[in-house]
């Protein structure tokens, strides 16, 4: 069994697949703190984890434009400055479940809000790394940075992803080669040794365990580059599906999730508090938070709790708290809601249906939750 070594875990995680693991964080924690306990962290695995010995480990860098290099862990450690990125991460299928909310179910993990949560990172930066092997800012030859994990499958295969050049160089981009989650060494299931960290752009692309970077003209031919975790009209369905014709999803959309109160609590008092998680990718920090218990015809603002970030990277998530006064004499099912708006403005649409993808990725309609009024 492939899977016969696998790291230890919190039984407060919910698992959405055993093998490979796949976890989400519990509503009511991930609202606890804005920096998740690592040991809380969402874990999201397509193999077995690799065990990989931190005194052998090698990086390797190759590919066009570059020297050929190798690098130990402590090579890594000592020879570039050390850089500490607040950044959340979120799977591309987070919320994928408000999707089959609308009678048409997509294909994936049964995602409810939990696959999202951030972290204090601590490495080098992807930059300095690729400026050290030669790589030149503008070089016509590179488009794209390549990743390969050593976690493999039956055949070999390893895990892969790739995001454009001009992340991977950009000074204010934050990308990281990560060795560190709040001062400790990665756990197994996040990427230990190392493992990047693409601050405000889809979790699939920050290659955990991470073997081998390669520079390139072409995006990593991994399935999960060319084969998945891209969003398509809702007219196209499993049967017209032309992989091509869409690109590879890196800055994610704005979202939010309410965390409190879940699903059908009983609320005996005229007006309730919610409490959830907004984040938007591209590292557009959120501004605003809105509230409705009528379904959208009036709103509350919430309180923001966040890390200062920098106008454009904002790769944090925001915690938010709102307390909203009940419609007057409602009894029974009421309806929560919640939106958020990006620091560009973007805000959430208001209907799963209109963004339904065959995949469930991007869900980021108007977060409903129903609670039952005494
Ligand atoms: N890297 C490797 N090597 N193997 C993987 O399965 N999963 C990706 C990404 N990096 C993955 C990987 C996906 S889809 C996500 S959402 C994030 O890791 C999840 O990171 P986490 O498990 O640390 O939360």
Redesign the pocket.
Known sequence: DPYANEPARLPALIVRSQK?MNSETPKELLVGSLITPNEL???????PVPHVDAATYRLRVEGEGVRTMELSLEELQTRFRRHSVTAT????GNRRNDFNLTQRPVKGLEWDGG?I?TAVWSGVRLRDVLLAAGLEDDNPDVAHIQFE???TDMASQ??G?SVEVDKAMDPQGDVLLAFEMKGAPLPA???YPV?VVVPGV?????????GKIVASDQESASF?QRKD?KAFSPSVDWHNVDWESAPAIQNMPVTSHICEPLSGAAIDDDEVTVKGYAWSGGGQGIIRVDVSADGGATWHTAELNKVPQKRGRGWAWALWEATVPLPKGAKGAVQLVAKATDESYNTQPEQAAPIWNLRGVNCNSWHRVSVNVQ
Do not use: E, I, M
Request: proline residues 3%.
């Open positions: 490979p962290f969402y874990v999201r695995n397509h193999l991460l979120q799977c591309t696959s949560s994990g050593l976690d390893c895990y992803a299931d996040h990427g493992r889809a979790g699939c692309r920050s290659v955990k365990w991470l999960w975790y």
